[in-house]
């Protein structure tokens, strides 16, 4: 599932880089300012990995602004205006009919203006940590060092907006802001956005609409949003905590997850409204290999007492490793178990291994990363469908993980991956990259 980069060219001229990626509604993601590069962006494995769990449920479309990225850069006009102008031409060719759209801090407002000029073309929006026309101090302090140290400046930036948990991750950032855009065209569009003003325009936008903000940021203030939110018919304000500006934490995504469930179909209606999301979360699922000729072999009351003890061997590991058994589910029909880490599911898929081959009972191992639906005692969505489905293409006592899970956790699990190529899975729109995991040394 990698992008493939294509052009489309706006009402005034200038040619818009674009790509589209997975199956489903359309979402279209709109970059949280200037600094994003959406070809240099899936070199930040975070930042992929966010990217294929959406695209596991959505067609996940993702472009870059005039003057910066892939998109053309010798251009004058950045005003609101201009800016709205390359989203149209982007839905118009990637998403007909309606769509979903994402705007995270400045581009909000774009998403914001466009809604409002096309209401019939915008069923859900979701604005996340949405910038007013105004200027933080200490920030634009840093803004203007651009003048005479460009890559001081994006370090120095990147470093300020968030709380980074990877070093590695905000080098990468800042380097994909030198990369995605010249500092005289940042400079230039720091200038027009702080006049961008959208308060007007939001009492006409119609879409279901998700206003979020990080509770306590300490650059960006919850006001605006709280304005932008009032403004907006029947919007609703969510401000979860742990969150950062350009990498919303768990509780963030959760609430993204559940305001667009209704619109990826993963779960039946009559579950939409008890259904509570998850966000990220790594999905391990694991089959007995061929237990119908072993209950043949052995007799169905041996072959149950087998399972039986080797089912609640499994729900230990997955406690052990920080996991969540799904109950309800009898090893017969598999084991599914999810945890917020994608290097635990893959200890616990390892360990798994070993208890089976202990018992004589090897097993189907399969590990998928993506947002899931919880309900009661049991977990829905795309994600998890797709976590079986690799697992039934693993060979017995093999773990198979999806290349979400292996950019996720290949520089914190500790194993090797083998790439095992791309397979066609039931039910899943485009083929998946999938790896084999083993020992780091062997």
Known sequence: ??????????SDGVSIAYYAIGSGPPLIQLSPGSFTNIEDEWDIPAQQGRLRATASLFTCIRYDLRGCGLSD?????????????????VVDRAAPGTCAIGGPGYTAAVAVAYAAAYPERVSHLVLWAPVGPTKVESLDRLVQLARTDWRLASDSYISAVDDWSSP???????????????????????????????????PRVQARTLVMHPRDHRYFSAEFPRRLAAAIPGARLAL????????????????????????SGVIPEERRERGQPTGMTAILFADIVDSTALTEEVGDEAFRQKA???????RKIIRDTD???????????????VFSSAKNAIDAAMRFGE????????????????DVIREEDNVFGGAVNIAARISSESEAGEVLVSQTVRDLARTSAGVKFDDRGERELKGVGEPVRLYAVGEAGE
């Not at 039986?308 to 499994?314: P, S």
């Not at 996991?323 to 178990?337: A, N, R």
């Open 1 to 10: 599932m990698e992008p493939q980069i294509q052009y489309v060219k706006t």
């Open 73 to 89: 850069r010798d251009v004058t006009d950045l005003s609101l205006q201009a800016m709205t102008r390359d989203l149209e031409a």
């Open 168 to 202: 590695e991750d905000a080098r990468r950032w800042a380097a994909m802001m030198r990369n995605g855009v010249s500092p005289e065209t940042y400079l230039r569009y720091e200038a027009e956005r702080a006049v961008w003003d959208v308060e007007d325009l939001a």
């Open 240 to 263: 979860p905590e742990g969150a950062t500006v350009l990498t919303p934490g768990p509780q963030a995504l959760a609430t993204m997850a559940q305001f667009l469930s209704e619109l």
């Open 308 to 314: 039986r003890g080797l089912d609640d061997a499994l």
């Open 323 to 337: 996991g969540t058994p799904v109950e309800g589910k009898l090893l017969g029909d598999g084991v599914l178990s």
């Open 355 to 370: 208890a089976g081959e202990s018992v004589g009972l090897q097993l189907h191992l399969g590990i998928h990363a993506g």
